[in-house]
């Protein structure tokens, strides 16, 4: 599987990234081709070579005469839904454009229909998101992951006036990604590449495990201190992984001062919140005494709601949080019927094959009570159905 690595040490805007697909390959002909679909008008696209602080990268340009035009989102989305672009680079195009509405609701408080864009309605950013999609479609692009995302700093000027960087929608697109502000003090994502990545990334971290084909970089309109260049890496994934993988948090905190018969509600509150997991482990702590470790796992759009509850359910004053990443089989839940009713069994695997068929206890416990039953009866005969079905035309659990 085709696989592409946004390396944002520079930042990201929507021109540096189609600037790194053209410089890894992308056909510049076959773009301009397949922006003309849009029916846009009065605009001229240019791709050179040229150098960023030693390294030799491409500059992608849009020139064109357009001035003082405000689109909103429906004649956006009306525009790329006429345009003769592939399904997917519209359906791309398309969620872009909602997500940088949704930023811009936010920033001023009017409907996200009825936002104006101003410098993202310009022809050059339309064809810079909408020349991202297709550029993708070009090169067979599946996955897409991103790097940490460097912001820059200072403050710019735009539409509204004065701005701090990031600016608010790009701090809105970019939440629940990795993020972090270097010593450049200039503008280094825009709202247009925070969008890109927030639609595109799948991930924000490290480079995947991949077979590395090639890579290219895409100028900055700058010159700046630091190479002011997008790095993007193309590679070959293992089609059909064997196992899944994705970023979690360890949420954690010591507690010696609690009555332990609390930490049974306090649990069962932070699954309920979508945490993947919580358990507690006995330690020792200063002075010798006994302590009992909280740890939690958890997504990152979880964060704020279970640090709540652990602060308002516990004595703690103080959580350690850290990044961590997680390689898992592939999970689906069927329903067996059983002599004592439909049981929900969970299913683990690699690639097609099943690995683990685990009953879900409150099921078997509900049905021994009901039928008088052992318990382990019931989960065995669960068990074996499952295995038996190997997981092919059984039905789905509710």
Same mark, same amino acid.
């Given at each position: 599987?085709?696989?592409?690595?946004?390396?944002?040490?520079?930042?990201?805007?929507?021109?540096?990234?189609?600037?790194?697909?053209?410089?890894?390959?992308?056909?510049?002909?076959?773009?301009?081709?397949?922006?003309?679909?849009?029916?846009?008008?009065?605009?001229?696209?240019?791709?050179?070579?040229?150098?960023? $602080?030693?390294? =030799?990268?491409?500059?992608?340009?849009?020139?064109?005469?357009? /001035? *003082?035009? @405000?689109? #909103? %989102?429906?004649?956006?989305?009306?525009?790329?839904?006429?345009?003769?672009?592939?399904?997917?680079?519209?359906?791309?195009?398309?969620?872009?454009?909602?997500?940088?509405?949704?930023?811009?609701?936010?920033?001023?408080?009017?409907?996200?229909?009825?936002?104006?864009?101003?410098?993202?309605?310009?022809?050059?950013?339309?064809?810079?998101?909408?020349?991202?999609?297709?550029?993708?479609?070009?090169?067979?692009?599946? $996955?897409?992951? =991103?790097?940490?995302?460097?912001?820059?700093?200072?403050?710019? /000027? *735009?539409? @509204?006036? #004065? %701005?701090?960087?990031?600016?608010?929608?790009?701090?809105?697109?970019?939440?629940?990604?990795?993020?972090?502000?270097?010593?450049?003090?200039?503008?280094?994502?825009?709202?247009?590449?925070?969008?890109?990545?927030?639609?595109?990334?799948?991930?924000?971290?490290?480079?995947?495990?991949?077979?590395?084909?090639?890579?290219?970089?895409?100028?900055?309109?700058?010159?700046?201190?630091?190479?002011?260049?997008?790095?993007?890496?193309?590679?070959?994934?293992?089609e059909g992984e064997k196992f899944e993988r994705d970023d979690?948090?360890?949420?954690?905190?010591?507690?010696?001062?609690?009555?332990?018969?609390?930490?049974?509600?306090?649990?069962?509150?932070?699954?309920?919140a979508g945490a993947a997991d919580a358990y507690l482990v006995?330690?020792?702590?200063?002075?010798?005494?006994?302590?009992?470790?909280?740890?939690?796992?958890?997504?990152?759009?979880?964060?704020?709601?279970?640090?709540?509850?652990?602060?308002?359910?516990?004595?703690?004053?103080?959580?350690?949080?850290?990044?961590?990443?997680?390689?898992?089989?592939?999970?689906?839940?069927?329903?067996?019927?059983?002599?004592?009713?439909?049981?929900?069994?969970?299913?683990?695997?690699?690639?097609?094959?099943?690995?683990?068929?685990?009953?879900?206890?409150?099921?078997?416990?509900?049905a021994a009570v009901e039928s008088g039953a052992p318990l382990?009866?019931?989960?065995?005969?669960?068990?074996?159905?499952?295995?038996?079905?190997?997981?092919?035309?059984?039905?789905?659990?509710?």
């Amino acid at each position: 599987m085709k696989t592409a690595y946004i390396d944002c040490f520079s930042g990201i805007s929507g021109d540096m990234f189609i600037g790194s697909l053209i410089d890894c390959g992308l056909d510049f002909t076959a773009l301009k081709n397949e922006i003309k679909k849009t029916g846009l008008e009065g605009y001229e696209l240019t791709s050179e070579k040229t150098s960023r $602080k030693g390294i =030799s990268c491409t500059r992608f340009t849009v020139s064109h005469g357009e /001035s *003082a035009i @405000h689109r #909103n %989102l429906s004649d956006i989305l009306a525009l790329i839904n006429k345009s003769g672009i592939s399904g997917r680079a519209k359906k791309i195009s398309s969620d872009v454009f909602m997500r940088l509405a949704g930023a811009e609701s936010k920033v001023h408080g009017v409907p996200a229909e009825d936002c104006e864009f101003h410098e993202v309605g310009a022809v050059d950013s339309i064809i810079d998101i909408v020349g991202a999609a297709v550029g993708l479609e070009l090169m067979g692009i599946e $996955k897409i992951y =991103s790097s940490p995302v460097n912001l820059g700093g200072g403050m710019i /000027s *735009a539409a @509204h006036g #004065n %701005l701090p960087v990031p600016s608010p929608a790009t701090i809105i697109l970019l939440e629940g990604a990795l993020v972090y502000s270097g010593n450049t003090k200039s503008e280094l994502t825009t709202p247009t590449g925070a969008a890109l990545l927030s639609v595109l990334a799948e991930s924000f971290g490290g480079i995947p495990e991949m077979k590395a084909l090639g890579s290219g970089y895409g100028a900055g309109s700058r010159d700046l201190e630091d190479p002011n260049v997008l790095r993007v890496i193309i590679g070959e994934a293992e089609e059909g992984e064997k196992f899944e993988r994705d970023d979690v948090l360890i949420i954690e905190t010591n507690i010696d001062d609690m009555n332990p018969e609390i930490y049974e509600h306090v649990i069962d509150r932070i699954l309920n919140a979508g945490a993947a997991d919580a358990y507690l482990v006995p330690a020792i702590m200063k002075k010798s005494r006994p302590a009992s470790v909280l740890t939690v796992i958890a997504g990152r759009d979880d964060l704020d709601r279970i640090s709540e509850i652990i602060f308002a359910e516990t004595t703690t004053s103080g959580l350690r949080i850290s990044g961590s990443k997680r390689m898992k089989l592939a999970r689906k839940s069927i329903a067996v019927p059983t002599r004592y009713g439909r049981i929900r069994v969970k299913i683990h695997m690699m690639k097609e094959r099943m690995i683990t068929a685990s009953p879900e206890y409150e099921d078997c416990r509900k049905a021994a009570v009901e039928s008088g039953a052992p318990l382990r009866e019931i989960y065995d005969e669960a068990r074996r159905l499952a295995l038996k079905e190997k997981a092919t035309g059984t039905e789905p659990a509710d």
